[in-house]
């Protein structure tokens, strides 16, 4: 599956807990990461500043469902069973 562009939902529901350019001491799950820009496209994607866990994500339906709200939903869902 390829990721659907301006979706944003891993940028926003999970949390990161490694330091990121404007996100030093990480990202709380349901946070909107600050390094989205307006269209909901990753302004550090392909770069080295990205975190490891955003690079390694890799967009899979069981993950990102049909639409953006259900990738949230998932998502969050993973995040509260991983705490």
């Not at 999970?14 to 909901?40: M, V, Y």
């Amino acid at each position: 599956m390829d990721c659907r562009l301006g979706c944003g939902a891993c940028c926003i529901a999970p949390s990161i807990s490694s330091s990121f350019p404007l996100h030093p001491n990480g990202k709380q799950a349901g946070e909107r990461c600050k390094q989205l820009n307006t269209d909901n496209l990753c302004k550090l994607f392909g770069k080295p500043e990205r975190p490891p866990v955003c690079h390694d994500f890799k967009a899979a339906e069981w993950v990102c469902g049909t639409s953006s709200l259900e990738a949230i939903t998932i998502i969050t869902d993973l995040e509260t069973c991983t705490q």
